[in-house]
C-alpha cells in the first residue's frame, strides 16, 4: 500500500488482520471524493459490492439501515439484512468515543465496510463517502481503502430564497439530499421578504393570507409552509444531518408584514406583495418597507413571531435579517422620531441598533442565538452572543470588525459565496479559491470564531428547481471541499479531476448540474483600458456601463469575459455593433448573463447596409439568441429590449460565424 498519512492505530491493527484478497483494481485508478477527505490510504485491491449481505448498526442510528436500503434499492443493489452482530461480508456501524463530531474513520477490506463514528452525524457523512465509492465502481469492484476524516468548519451551509420563489416541501427535500451528499449541513431558509411571508404564524393569520396574495397572479398566490410542513422538512434534514435555520427579515424587506398589518408601518395605508414576475412600474409603495420602530406594537408583534418559530425549529440559530435598511422614514415619523429622543441617539441607523439589540434579547430568553446580515455590526450593534453573516463584497472587513469584538461570523461573501450570480461572477474555480479566512483574519488569531460558510441564492430569476440545481452545480461542491477539507491539501487541478469523475454521481442524484465550459477560468476581473475587439467595429449602447466593464468585452471573442450595465433594460434600450467591413455570416449567437442579470425580453435584428434592421430572432428565457443566416451579408446587429427586465444586464458575447 502506498500510505499519504500515518493512520490510527485502531484502523492499522484491522487492516494487519485481514488476509490478502484476490481482486485487484488498477493501480491508476484515483478515488474521486467530494470534499476531498482529511487522508486517504488507497490499495490495489477490491472488494466486491454484491458480496456484502449484512448491515450491522446501533439500534439509536437506526435511520442509517433505512437510507442505506434506499440507496442500494435505487442503484439496483441487493438489499441487506439488518443484524446485531455480522458474520459474513457486512457494513459494520460503530459507536465510538474518541472522535469529534461529523468525524468517521472508514475502512474496506475483505471483510466489508467497517465505518467508526462518535454520533450519527459522522456516520452519515462515512455513508455519503461510501456512496461516492460505489458511484466510482468499476465493475461493481470498489477499492479497498482506509479513509480518516473530519470537518474544517462545523457550519458548511446552503441559504435558499422561499419568498421570491416557493419551493415545496418536496423540493426542499431534494435539495436537502442533494446537498448532504457533498457534506454540507446548514440550509437557511430566507423565509420572509417584500415578496411573500411564506410561514404559518398562528398569532398573525394574515402574514399567510394578505403576504402571499397577487391579485394579477393568482396562480403564483396562497404559497406558503404550514408549521407541520417545516416540521416536516426539519425531521427530513435531521435524517441528513443538516441543521434548518429559519430566516424572517426584520426591520427592512418588510411588505410582507405590512400588506397583512399596516398599522406596523410609518405611514399607515394599503401595502400589497409583489412577484418578481410583476414588472417594476407596476410595484406599489416599495420604498417605504420598514417596520415603524417607534410603535410597541411591532416589538410584541416580533417577540411573539419569535416564539412561534422557536417551537417550530429545533436550530439553536434563528436568523433575523437586518439587510438594507434605509431610515428616511423613520426620520419623517412622529413614534421614531420620539423613540430617537428618548434613547439619546445621534445617527438614524441607531434606530435599528436599539431593535437588533431588543430582538438579540427575545431570542436569548428562548435559549437561542440571533443571526443577522452584517448591517447589524455596523455600529457595534451585535454582541459576542449573536452571530454575523457577512455578505457584502469580499466580507473581510466586515468579518474582521466583526472578530475584533469576539463576534462569531458565518463568511457568506457575494464575491465567492453568493449564486445568484452567474457562473462569470462567480465561477468554480474562484469559488475553489475563495477562503473564508483572510490573512488579516488569521493574524487575528480568532479561527475559533468563524464558525464557516455559506453559499446563498436569492431567486428573483430562479423559478424552477431544475434552475436551482443548476445555478448550485457544480461550484457548490467546490464550496463544500473548501469548508470541509484541509486548507493545505487544496489542489485546483485534482480537484478538477475528481468533478469530472462526479458528474456521474450528479446525474444519479437526479442533478440537473450547469455545463460550464469556463470552467478553468480563473476570475474575470475588468481592467481599465477596453479590450480589443474580434474584428473592425464600432459599439454602442444608450445605457451606461458598470465600472469598467467596457462594452468592448461583448466583442473579444471571449465567453468568460462580460459586459455589465449599470441600470435595469426595458422597452427602448438597445445595443448595436457596426461592422468596419461587410462580413458573409452563416450565424449570429448571443450570450448574456448565466445569472440574474441576463436579457430575457429582446429581439436580435441585423442590418445589411448599417442602418435599417430586421427581426432575426428573438431572446429565449436562458438568455440567448440564435439564428442561422445562411451566408447572408450584414453590416451591423442590433439588440433591442421588448419588456422592462428587472436586473441590471450582462452581456458575454455576441459571436458572428
Same mark, same amino acid.
Given at each position: 500500500?502506498? @500510505?499519504?498519512?500515518?493512520?490510527?492505530?485502531?484502523?492499522?491493527?484491522?487492516?494487519?488482520?485481514?488476509?490478502?484478497?484476490?481482486?485487484?483494481?488498477?493501480?491508476?485508478?484515483?478515488?474521486?471524493?467530494?470534499?476531498?477527505?482529511?487522508?486517504?490510504?488507497?490499495?490495489?485491491?477490491?472488494?466486491? %459490492?454484491?458480496?456484502?449481505?449484512?448491515?450491522?448498526?446501533?439500534?439509536?442510528?437506526?435511520?442509517?439501515?433505512?437510507?442505506?436500503?434506499?440507496?442500494?434499492?435505487?442503484? @439496483?443493489?441487493?438489499?441487506?439484512?439488518?443484524?446485531?452482530?455480522?458474520?459474513?461480508?457486512?457494513?459494520?456501524?460503530?459507536?465510538?468515543?474518541?472522535?469529534?463530531?461529523?468525524?468517521?474513520?472508514?475502512?474496506?477490506?475483505?471483510?466489508?465496510?467497517?465505518?467508526?463514528?462518535?454520533?450519527?452525524?459522522?456516520?452519515?457523512?462515512?455513508?455519503?463517502?461510501?456512496?461516492?465509492?460505489?458511484?466510482?465502481?468499476?465493475?461493481?469492484?470498489?477499492?479497498?481503502?482506509?479513509?480518516?476524516?473530519?470537518?474544517?468548519?462545523?457550519?458548511?451551509?446552503?441559504?435558499?430564497?422561499?419568498?421570491?420563489?416557493? /419551493?415545496?416541501?418536496?423540493?426542499?427535500?431534494?435539495?436537502? =439530499?442533494?446537498?448532504?451528499?457533498?457534506?454540507?449541513?446548514?440550509?437557511?431558509?430566507?423565509?420572509?421578504?417584500?415578496?411573500?411571508?411564506?410561514?404559518?404564524?398562528?398569532?398573525?393569520?394574515?402574514?399567510?393570507?394578505?403576504?402571499?396574495?397577487?391579485?394579477?397572479?393568482?396562480?403564483?398566490?396562497?404559497?406558503?409552509?404550514?408549521?407541520?410542513?417545516? @416540521?416536516?422538512?426539519?425531521?427530513?434534514?435531521?435524517?441528513?444531518?443538516?441543521?434548518?435555520?429559519?430566516?424572517?427579515?426584520?426591520?427592512?424587506?418588510?411588505?410582507?408584514?405590512?400588506?397583512?398589518?399596516?398599522?406596523?408601518?410609518?405611514?399607515?395605508?394599503?401595502?400589497?406583495?409583489?412577484?418578481?414576475?410583476?414588472?417594476?412600474?407596476?410595484?406599489?409603495?416599495?420604498? %417605504?418597507?420598514?417596520?415603524?420602530?417607534?410603535?410597541?406594537?411591532?416589538?410584541?408583534?416580533?417577540?411573539?413571531?419569535?416564539?412561534?418559530?422557536?417551537?417550530?425549529?429545533?436550530?439553536?440559530?434563528?436568523?433575523?435579517?437586518?439587510?438594507?435598511?434605509?431610515?428616511?422614514?423613520?426620520?419623517?415619523?412622529?413614534?421614531?422620531?420620539?423613540?430617537?429622543?428618548?434613547?439619546?441617539?445621534?445617527?438614524?441607523?441607531?434606530?435599528?441598533?436599539?431593535?437588533?439589540?431588543?430582538?438579540?434579547?427575545?431570542?436569548?430568553?428562548?435559549?437561542?442565538?440571533?443571526?443577522?446580515?452584517?448591517?447589524?455590526?455596523?455600529?457595534?450593534?451585535?454582541?459576542?452572543?449573536?452571530?454575523?453573516?457577512?455578505?457584502?463584497?469580499?466580507?473581510?472587513?466586515?468579518?474582521?470588525?466583526?472578530?475584533?469584538?469576539?463576534?462569531?461570523?458565518?463568511?457568506?461573501?457575494?464575491?465567492?459565496?453568493?449564486?445568484? /450570480?452567474?457562473?462569470?461572477?462567480?465561477?468554480?474555480?474562484?469559488?475553489?479559491?475563495?477562503?473564508?479566512?483572510?490573512?488579516?483574519?488569521?493574524?487575528?488569531?480568532?479561527?475559533?470564531?468563524?464558525?464557516?460558510?455559506?453559499?446563498?441564492?436569492?431567486?428573483?430569476?430562479?423559478?424552477?428547481?431544475?434552475?436551482?440545481?443548476?445555478?448550485?452545480?457544480?461550484?457548490?461542491?467546490?464550496?463544500?471541499?473548501?469548508?470541509?477539507?484541509?486548507?493545505?491539501?487544496?489542489? /485546483?487541478?485534482?480537484?478538477?479531476?475528481?468533478?469530472?469523475?462526479?458528474?456521474?454521481?450528479?446525474?444519479?442524484?437526479?442533478?440537473?448540474?450547469?455545463?460550464?465550459?469556463?470552467?478553468?477560468?480563473?476570475?474575470?476581473?475588468?481592467?481599465?483600458?477596453?479590450?480589443?475587439?474580434?474584428?473592425?467595429?464600432?459599439?454602442?449602447?444608450?445605457?451606461?456601463?458598470?465600472?469598467?466593464?467596457?462594452?468592448?468585452?461583448?466583442?473579444?471573442?471571449?465567453?468568460?469575459?462580460?459586459? /455589465?450595465?449599470?441600470?435595469?433594460?426595458?422597452?427602448?434600450?438597445?445595443?448595436?455593433?457596426?461592422?468596419?467591413?461587410?462580413?458573409?455570416?452563416?450565424?449570429?449567437?448571443?450570450?448574456?448573463?448565466?445569472?440574474?442579470?441576463?436579457?430575457?425580453?429582446?429581439?436580435?435584428?441585423?442590418?445589411?447596409?448599417?442602418? =435599417?434592421?430586421?427581426?432575426?430572432?428573438?431572446?429565449?428565457?436562458?438568455?440567448?439568441?440564435?439564428?442561422?443566416?445562411?451566408?447572408?451579408?450584414?453590416?451591423?446587429?442590433? %439588440?433591442?429590449?421588448?419588456?422592462?427586465?428587472?436586473?441590471?444586464?450582462?452581456?458575454?458575447?455576441?459571436? %458572428?460565424?
Amino acid at each position: 500500500m502506498k @500510505k499519504t498519512v500515518i493512520l490510527s492505530l485502531l484502523f492499522g491493527i484491522v487492516l494487519l488482520g485481514c488476509k490478502s484478497q484476490n481482486i485487484v483494481v488498477p493501480t491508476s485508478r484515483t478515488l474521486a471524493i467530494i470534499p476531498q477527505p482529511k487522508s486517504i490510504e488507497t490499495s490495489n485491491k477490491g472488494l466486491d %459490492i454484491k458480496s456484502i449481505t449484512e448491515l450491522e448498526l446501533p439500534e439509536l442510528w437506526s435511520a442509517l439501515g433505512g437510507q442505506f436500503a434506499e440507496f442500494n434499492q435505487k442503484n @439496483k443493489l441487493q438489499p441487506l439484512r439488518i443484524v446485531e452482530k455480522a458474520n459474513s461480508t457486512a457494513v459494520r456501524i460503530k459507536k465510538v468515543q474518541n472522535l469529534d463530531l461529523e468525524s468517521y474513520r472508514l475502512l474496506v477490506n475483505k471483510n466489508g465496510v467497517l465505518i467508526e463514528a462518535a454520533d450519527y452525524g459522522g456516520a452519515f457523512n462515512a455513508l455519503q463517502t461510501w456512496k461516492q465509492l460505489v458511484f466510482h465502481a468499476e465493475n461493481g469492484i470498489v477499492m479497498q481503502v482506509k479513509i480518516e476524516d473530519q470537518a474544517r468548519f462545523n457550519y458548511r451551509g446552503l441559504m435558499l430564497d422561499c419568498s421570491r420563489h416557493f /419551493w415545496t416541501v418536496a423540493e426542499l427535500k431534494e435539495t436537502i =439530499t442533494q446537498m448532504a451528499f457533498f457534506k454540507l449541513n446548514k440550509l437557511h431558509l430566507h423565509l420572509t421578504d417584500n415578496n411573500a411571508w411564506r410561514i404559518e404564524i398562528k398569532a398573525y393569520p394574515k402574514l399567510t393570507t394578505a403576504g402571499t396574495y397577487y391579485k394579477d397572479y393568482p396562480e403564483l398566490s396562497g404559497k406558503f409552509y404550514t408549521q407541520e410542513d417545516l @416540521k416536516e422538512v426539519v425531521a427530513f434534514a435531521g435524517m441528513h444531518n443538516i441543521e434548518v435555520i429559519p430566516e424572517i427579515d426584520i426591520p427592512g424587506h418588510a411588505t410582507a408584514i405590512l400588506a397583512a398589518y399596516p398599522d406596523l408601518s410609518c405611514t399607515g395605508g394599503e401595502f400589497e406583495v409583489y412577484p418578481e414576475e410583476m414588472p417594476l412600474k407596476d410595484r406599489k409603495r416599495t420604498n %417605504i418597507n420598514m417596520l415603524c420602530l417607534g410603535n410597541p406594537e411591532v416589538y410584541t408583534f416580533a417577540e411573539k413571531v419569535i416564539q412561534e418559530i422557536a417551537s417550530i425549529f429545533p436550530s439553536q440559530k434563528i436568523h433575523l435579517g437586518g439587510d438594507e435598511v434605509p431610515t428616511t422614514i423613520w426620520e419623517k415619523c412622529t413614534k421614531c422620531q420620539k423613540l430617537h429622543q428618548q434613547e439619546h441617539l445621534e445617527k438614524w441607523g441607531e434606530l435599528q441598533d436599539y431593535f437588533t439589540k431588543r430582538m438579540s434579547n427575545a431570542v436569548k430568553k428562548l435559549g437561542k442565538t440571533m443571526v443577522g446580515w452584517d448591517e447589524i455590526n455596523e455600529r457595534q450593534a451585535a454582541s459576542a452572543d449573536d452571530i454575523v453573516m457577512v455578505w457584502r463584497d469580499y466580507g473581510f472587513k466586515q468579518g474582521l470588525e466583526a472578530l475584533q469584538r469576539n463576534v462569531p461570523v458565518i463568511m457568506a461573501p457575494q464575491h465567492g459565496c453568493y449564486y445568484d /450570480w452567474g457562473y462569470a461572477g462567480n465561477a468554480t474555480r474562484k469559488v475553489y479559491e475563495w477562503d473564508p479566512i483572510s490573512a488579516e483574519m488569521e493574524a487575528l488569531n480568532k479561527n475559533n470564531l468563524v464558525l464557516g460558510g455559506q453559499a446563498c441564492l436569492w431567486t428573483e430569476r430562479v423559478s424552477t428547481q431544475n434552475r436551482i440545481e443548476e445555478m448550485l452545480y457544480p461550484r457548490i461542491t467546490a464550496l463544500a471541499e473548501v469548508l470541509w477539507s484541509p486548507k493545505e491539501n487544496r489542489n /485546483w487541478e485534482d480537484y478538477l479531476k475528481r468533478l469530472d469523475q462526479s458528474y456521474g454521481s450528479m446525474k444519479a442524484l437526479g442533478i440537473n448540474y450547469y455545463i460550464d465550459d469556463a470552467i478553468n477560468e480563473t476570475e474575470f476581473k475588468p481592467k481599465n483600458e477596453k479590450p480589443a475587439l474580434v474584428r473592425h467595429a464600432w459599439l454602442t449602447t444608450n445605457l451606461p456601463n458598470h465600472g469598467d466593464y467596457h462594452l468592448e468585452y461583448i466583442f473579444d471573442g471571449k465567453s468568460n469575459t462580460f459586459y /455589465w450595465g449599470s441600470r435595469s433594460i426595458g422597452v427602448g434600450d438597445w445595443y448595436q455593433i457596426k461592422l468596419g467591413e461587410p462580413v458573409t455570416a452563416t450565424k449570429i449567437s448571443v450570450l448574456t448573463g448565466d445569472s440574474k442579470d441576463y436579457i430575457q425580453f429582446a429581439d436580435l435584428l441585423i442590418s445589411e447596409d448599417g442602418e =435599417t434592421f430586421e427581426k432575426i430572432a428573438a431572446f429565449k428565457d436562458d438568455g440567448t439568441a440564435t439564428a442561422i443566416l445562411e451566408g447572408r451579408t450584414i453590416r451591423a446587429i442590433r %439588440i433591442e429590449a421588448t419588456k422592462q427586465h428587472t436586473c441590471w444586464p450582462v452581456i458575454k458575447e455576441i459571436k %458572428i460565424e
